[in-house]
């Protein structure tokens, strides 16, 4: 009998250099991507231990707020489909001039993953938008008689994510083979070379865990008496940028293994630190410039206690087009077609806005929110939130940037 | 411009012979698998109506109960584990004996399904017996100095199922690619030629709707006064048997389109109409006569009333071999590899035991009972099948018939 390693061993062969060699069991928590090397031998394993595996570190889901009631992500996401829509044209346009069917086979399913999908229509918009690019390619370009290859298109999100809710929502009329997978996009979710396209909407400025210096009373990036980066000291920033940059290092390691030679990743990003300025007035920081504000409020009152307000961080990063840059060209497997960083024209301010500011902003944070705060002070939290706004003229608080990223894997 | 037609539309033209010719709209339900032909048009389709399109009749969805609550499937469904058990090593068997692995490109995904996996641990254990006797057969015949492939392995059943709980509860330490679908196992699901193994096990006994006959006052079919087949007349008895039939006839021909040649389809079914006969004395339809017994009572009792009685069918059926077989010669592109009937050892009664078989009916059938009859009525309609099943002695009432059907196909 032959010996044989899994394919989770194998693909890990791969991608990490040996340094030592320890005989170890296989922990019971070993997941898909470990880099652990395994090498064959019969009846038994020899792990060599290389490093401190990435994704063995706990990372945190944070679910957008599920089902269809009034504070769900699937009512209260229009503006990230604004976003989407924003950027539709732009898509089709590098996915028809990009995408290089040629390498190919003509006999493959052609696999499309939308990352951080959450539950509700955009998602579906954002799946179609790329569906009509590649059949227009596919018209412009095609071989075997012009047939269009089948669809199957992926959708991704945390275990934790509202599926059913996305199951069914799907758009009766999809001409396209359905499939959801679990997962933080920070681990492998797919087999080898399996996909052709990714696309990913306003979902990686989610950084995979809080840096434990924020939360360190002992390390200079300790985020006393605030809850983002925006106004913090420089080391809270550096905390920030450097687990950002960490996450993108896992994204684009894991995504080259699933993505096809020619196929196509697109990310797409609000905000965005524009020339490394941290205090660069974008509407994305504001918000939770304001948020902030919101929770010291309830601290100041004593609703909520010193030690939760300096223990709660939000998750979530808004990267410059040059540390975008930056982490692909680390990675190396991609070429960089396009990374422009788009910016919505002022408009006037509409007291309604806020409440829609405001709901939005609940319903991707309330799990993070009420977990750590309690769910019985929400609605005061938000009330406060939505009048902060309010006084702020929300659209002379800053500009809403959104960040496009579109690679091809070489 | 080339002209196109769409995956769907080419993988129709395939399965469908034409018989006239429209020019029509696209409808806007028009799903996977529909039975029109397209031909090419630039800019407009002219599609060809080809018969009544099965998929477009509405497929009934039958959800198990959800979450981890007393009554959900997954904590009531360790007799469905026990079948699965039963049959373990005679899967791992065929899958070791017969699986042709020569006729799959060494670099493929291997691709497995558990149709009908609902939610709870049965899943996750039919999948692994399957991975163990897949990783057996490499390790056996390895070719590429015996690397497995890459596992990839998809959950499917209906949007409705709750697909939450299933990601939620996911193996830790599983060594394959995760992926929910949800659908029907009566249309397509997969695109073509993308499968390796299909399973079901305790999930195509439901049949995909209930025959309109059943509840036609002008029918001979008729089930007045009846909410099950066993000892109902001929004609009732063959509209349940004429739709599993159906139903079967969409299954296979889906299958055959998603599944590799060499690949194989293992199915695991409950009871068993044994040599044809109806009121063979079998555990499955003595549940359901006491399951009737017990909605009738409720009837004479006025809790329920003569009509809501009448418009209510379990919509399960259970094949013999026979049908099985026939049903498999019918659609012609597999080999029947095994087709065999299994049954338990009498057992003593244990009078536990009821309370089991009744929360195990429980979680498969509340859905469509509390939508038929009312939830307020679920805990008095539950009480009294336990006592029901108690005064029967359970285990005398009939063997517990399993009909194994391992394919392969050609």
Redesign the interface.
């Known amino acids: 009998?032959?010996?044989?390693?899994?394919?989770?061993a194998?693909?890990l062969r791969s991608s990490f250099a040996s340094s030592s060699t320890k005989r170890l069991a296989?922990p019971?928590?070993?997941?898909?991507g470990a880099p652990f090397r395994i090498s064959?031998a019969k009846r038994s394993f020899i792990i060599k231990a290389v490093q401190i595996p990435r994704e063995m570190e706990a990372i945190e889901e944070y679910p957008m707020n599920g089902g269809h009631g009034i504070y769900s992500y699937a009512k209260n996401s229009y503006r990230q489909g604004q976003a989407i829509n924003a950027v539709k044209e732009l898509i089709k346009e590098e996915i028809t001039e990009k995408l290089d069917i040629s390498k190919f086979p003509s006999s493959d399913?052609f696999r499309i993953v939308d990352m951080g999908c959450s539950a509700g229509p955009n998602t579906f918009f954002a799946v179609q938008n790329v569906l009509e690019a590649v059949?227009k390619k596919?018209?412009?370009e095609?071989r075997d008689?012009?047939?269009?290859?089948?669809?199957?298109v992926?959708f991704n999100d945390h275990?934790?994510n509202?599926?059913?809710t996305l199951?069914?929502s799907?758009p009766?009329?999809?001409?396209?083979?359905?499939?959801?997978?679990?997962?933080s996009f920070h681990v492998?979710?797919?087999?080898?070379a399996?996909l052709h396209i990714v696309i990913s909407s306003y979902a990686i400025q989610w950084i995979s865990r809080i840096p434990k210096e924020l939360v360190d009373k002992s390390s200079p990036a300790w985020n006393k008496g605030r809850t983002y980066y925006a106004h913090a000291g420089a080391e809270t920033i550096k905390a920030y940028a450097d687990q950002f940059a960490k996450d993108m290092d896992s994204f684009f390691h894991f995504r080259a293994q699933e993505v096809v030679p020619g196929g196509m990743v697109l990310l797409t990003i609000p905000g965005g630190r524009w020339d490394g300025s941290s205090d660069y007035q974008i509407l994305s920081n504001t918000l939770y410039d304001l948020l902030e504000s919101t929770i010291v409020d309830l601290a100041k009152k004593g609703i909520i206690s010193e030690e939760k307000l300096d223990s709660f961080n939000v998750p979530q990063y808004f990267p410059s087009p040059q540390e975008m840059e930056a982490a692909v060209k680390r990675n190396g497997c991609f070429s960089i077609e396009r990374i422009e960083c788009l910016h919505d024209e002022k408009k006037q301010a509409n007291p309604k806005e806020a409440r829609v500011f405001s709901s939005h902003m609940r319903a991707g944070l309330e799990f993070l929110l009420s977990e750590h705060f309690g769910h019985e002070i929400m609605d005061e939290l938000f009330d406060l939130f939505t009048k902060k706004i309010e006084e702020c003229e929300v659209f002379d608080m800053g500009v809403a940037f959104k960040l496009l990223v579109v690679l091809k894997r070489k």
């Open positions: 009998m032959a010996s044989t390693a899994s394919p989770m194998s693909q296989v019971k928590h070993i997941n898909i064959p399913t059949e596919y018209q412009c095609g008689h012009c047939r269009l290859p089948e669809f199957q992926f275990s934790s509202d599926f059913n199951f069914t799907l009766p009329n999809k001409n396209y083979y359905v499939a959801g997978v679990p997962g492998r979710l797919f087999p080898e399996s």
